[in-house]
């Protein structure tokens, strides 16, 4: 099995204890996750994890609370939280330390299961990120309208043509393109310039994975990305606001 054959095993069997002791709601964070993304130039996700598949481990002893407050900070217009243990290294309160920067945060997992949308509403997460590829049949629509129902908005990831079409006929308003194929977990750095001319005016538009320089966050200003998620290149780093504010030219708007 390749990696995303592994996670979807992972999470069924997360799914099945879930449904063993069912998320209790709270009230969703008043924080627009889309709005924040709509600011001017272009706009950051920053993202927390200790361990990525690809590079190990990262921040093993991170410090998830300082963190986001050094993402917020360094101009940061949301954070994206990864809340899987097995091969991302989370722990069991890393999204309520992330939520303390009072920055809107997205709930990064691979969520197949309308249960798993009830537990990111009880964690208090702003959005949740909908995959494309793992989400077969009417699954993406049954998704997008249950976090909808929750007040939850959503990050719909796409990795091609088919899919940003499948995306687009599901009604997403937001939409990433990953440069990162999740089955040999390669980046293709063109991926997202490729597909960015194919998503209509009036739809939020994110860039994932692989963005390391300042020449890659021009490059996707200038191809028209409202915003750009950054995970490794900032949790590696031992100064994160430096890192961020340099990426973005310390706060001042790229052009696009």
Do not use: W
Request: aromatic share 4%.
């Amino acid at each position: 099995m390749n990696f995303l054959d592994n996670v979807l095993e992972a999470k069924r069997s997360e799914i099945a204890r879930l449904r063993q002791t069912p998320p209790r709601f709270a009230r969703v964070p008043d924080r627009d996750f889309a709005r924040a993304l709509r600011g001017p130039g272009l706009s950051v996700i920053a993202e927390i994890k200790r361990r990525s598949p690809s590079k190990g481990e990262l921040q093993p002893q991170l410090d998830v609370a300082e963190t986001a407050r050094a993402y917020s900070l360094g101009g940061a217009a949301a954070i994206s939280c990864l809340t899987d243990a097995r091969f991302f290294g989370a722990r069991d309160d890393d999204f309520a330390q992330a939520r303390t920067a009072g920055l809107p945060v997205l709930r990064k997992d691979f969520l197949i299961d309308e249960i798993q949308i009830d537990e990111s509403a009880s964690l208090g997460a702003a959005a949740v990120l909908l995959i494309v590829k793992i989400l077969e049949g009417r699954r993406l629509e049954t998704l997008l309208r249950h976090a909808a129902s929750l007040g939850l908005e959503a990050l719909v990831e796409v990795h091609d043509e088919a899919e940003l079409d499948r995306a687009l006929s599901a009604g997403a308003s937001i939409v990433g393109v990953n440069n990162r194929d999740l089955g040999t977990l390669e980046v293709d750095p063109e991926r997202a310039l490729r597909l960015r001319p194919r998503i209509p005016a009036g739809t939020l538009s994110v860039a994932e994975s692989g963005v390391r320089s300042r020449g890659d966050i021009d490059s996707l200003a200038a191809a028209g990305f409202d915003a750009v998620l950054i995970g490794e290149a900032l949790v590696a780093s031992s100064d994160p606001v430096a890192a961020l504010m340099n990426l973005t030219g310390k706060g001042v708007e790229v052009s696009r």
